[in-house]
């Protein structure tokens, strides 16, 4: 949702879904909308099928809703934290830093509509550098790491 060029060569986005989705909305031309999941790599994010070291920058944002439900166009679109997602977020984290370089940076957003920022950092042992929180209505965070030198 947020890449300026989803097609951008720098960039590879990988999602355990690849589908397509046309959902009633009276706020589009037409009444409905369309949502694309067209990551370049299908895998999940619990294991990435990539090397150790590999990125320089890794951006994590992971679904942030439970409650959602299935048919919607919220979990349509983003997902929905499902079963032990505690530790699969943090089995995310993981995979986030390993295939990390040295120095890199992760860059990690979260909503915290459900849950509160403050828990998902629990998840990780790693300390954020900085972050943002914009909107008092949207309780978005972008948050910064900088994956230790080895």
Same mark, same amino acid.
């Given at each position: ?70 048919? =919607?166009?919220?979990?349509? !679109?983003?997902?929905?934290? %499902?079963?032990?997602?505690? @530790?699969? #977020? *943090? ?12 120095? =890199?940076?992760?860059?990690? !957003?979260?909503?915290?509509? %459900?849950?509160?920022?403050? @828990?998902? #950092? *629990? ?28």
């Amino acid at each position: 949702m947020f890449w300026f060029d989803r097609d951008d060569e720098r960039a590879v986005f990988v999602d355990k879904r690849s589908e397509t989705h046309e959902l009633p909305d009276k706020s589009s031309s037409g009444g409905s909308r369309t949502i694309v999941i067209a990551p370049d790599i299908v895998g999940d994010f619990t294991d990435l099928p990539f090397a150790d070291n590999e990125f320089a920058m890794v951006v994590f944002d992971p679904p942030h809703f439970a409650r959602n439900g299935s048919n =919607g166009w919220m979990a349509k !679109k983003y997902g929905t934290l %499902e079963g032990d997602w505690r @530790e699969e #977020l *943090r089995k995310g984290f993981a995979e986030c830093f390993r295939v990390l370089r040295p120095e =890199g940076t992760l860059i990690f !957003k979260w909503n915290e509509d %459900e849950v509160a920022v403050t @828990e998902i #950092l *629990r998840l990780t042992p790693e300390k954020p550098l900085f972050g943002n929180r914009y909107g008092r209505h949207y309780k978005s965070h972008w948050i910064v790491f900088q994956k230790p030198r080895v």
